[in-house]
């Protein structure tokens, strides 16, 4: 999660039922600058030779943090598999700190720098199919985060005279900035150990299982932390605190689950409260929608931080202040948004869709940030039923700027609309909507999370399963909501003789969504209109009586 710092609210909400002309916002769009993209952009984002010419299958990252000076120190092993032959890799690193030395084999290798790129050159071809590794030692002042988690890097501040309080966050600057690694989500690790070294007092809470605490000369303590899950980079964490610890577990569908949950120690007794309130009801909710949680040998972490939240795989950051919904307020406007800690279920659901299953291109974040607010909802369904979850939903509409595609430009590292947060959770539940079929559509979310386990996927990808699995072509819809700022709007006339008739205006060619309209008080009818006028086979239909859906479709509705 990285919301823009707070969702705008639209100026006008819309009504159960709008019979107006929505305002098309694509024409404005068309009058906005391009964006420049720079050759440091296409080094981030996109898979070059050097990056494409190797698989990651472990990381080892040893790092040693110097509190008073906020700088770090260390190494990051890479264990990997040859994609092909070559003798030339890639990896990431901001320019801010200093690469010391690349190591291979007993020999440092030379490495050229080109903005937070390091170009290491082997001194004999690595040949396609093989396993090899090297290791990267660097150090340096990190990148401070102003407003973390908003933008990336390290987060230094106390909870307390004299008590110091470490995080980094970095979900789309990336994790190069604070680590060396091959910064694109479609290379994940197979396994990760993390080593994180402090001063003697405090605990460094990362991802995965504690394996060894070992104190060292100096004052200081190591904590090794390894990850037996696949894991994106942009997860890896270092929280550091004089944490307390609370234990718990879960009986779910793989078995025991543990929970721990690392807290200040000021604040045990409400954490106790708050995530014995919210973690089992949450955990319950998507393992039935979802599946399985994605990481039991690994099990399942919050971590207080000093900044809001993100979904660190297996040590989910909080730092809601034990409030229930969005530090005390309901992003939906309707009530039903504080009756949860909105940072336990949305930055868990995320283990789902994010961690579990990872967009290859960060251009495609839609598929963590769409299904993950809308599993908000999933779980508001679970606790107060089905019409509490869409109320909860239409009134998240307020919050959708329609200003940009969802879907951002591809191979440069960059996001597309933050309306990838309410608007893909309202395109989420259209679908849900046309198939009309709830039993069908939690396996479809279900079948997901195993069809896709600990993968990186496309857009393509998902939405080609969900056509599958519903029996029904769905991609037009995706499309126009995805890949467009502006909404549909359904156009309806009333022929002279009084036969209705309807097409849809919208950017997508032969844009063809089925969507519900009814004679007012009657039953809903399924309509599949399209971009050409056709006849609306709804009886006793006319302009006075007409209803249409705009409770469970976000679109325009215009009738002449």
Known sequence: MRFPSAFSVLRAALGAVALLALPRFGTAQLLQAKPAFTRADSLRGTLTPPRSCYDVNYYHLDVKLDIGQKAISGSNLFRFTATQDFTRLQFDLFANLKVER????????????????????FPQPIRQGSRDEFTVYYGGNPTIAQRAPWDGGFVFTEHGPG??????????VGASIWWPTKDHQSDEPDSMLISVTVPKGLTDVSNGRLRKTTQLK?????????????????DVALNVANYAHIGDTY????????????????????????????????LKAFESWFGPYPFYEDGYKLVETPHLGMEHQSAVAYGNKYLNGYLGRDLSGTGWGTRWDFIVVHESGHEWFGNNITSKDIADMWIHESFTTYSESLFAESQFGKPAALEFLHGMRRNIQNDAPIIGPYGVNREGSGDMYPKGAVL?????????????????LRGLNQQFYHQTVSTEQIVGYINQQAGRDLTKMFDQYLRHPSIPTLEIRFEPDGRPVARWIADVRGFDMPVRVRAKGGEWRLIQPTTTFQAVDVPGLSKDNL?????????GVLVE
């Open 102 to 121: 690349v190591a291979y084999k007993g020999q440092n290798l030379p490495f050229t720098r080109e903005a937070n790129a390091v170009f290491v050159t």
């Open 163 to 172: 008590q110091p309080w470490v995080a980094t966050a970095c979900q789309g």
């Open 218 to 234: 100096g004052n200081l303590t190591r904590f090794d932390w390894a990850v037996t899950n696949p894991i994106n980079n942009y």
């Open 251 to 282: 009986q779910g569908e793989k078995g025991r689950l543990t929970l721990d949950y690392w807290v200040l120690p000021e604040n045990v007794d409400k954490a106790k409260k708050q995530f014995g309130a919210n973690v089992k009801p949450m």
């Open 428 to 444: 989420l539940n259209m679908a849900r909507t046309v198939i009309n079929d709830d039993q069908k559509w939690r396996q479809i």
């Open 547 to 555: 209803e249409v859906d705009t409770f469970n479709y976000y679109i």
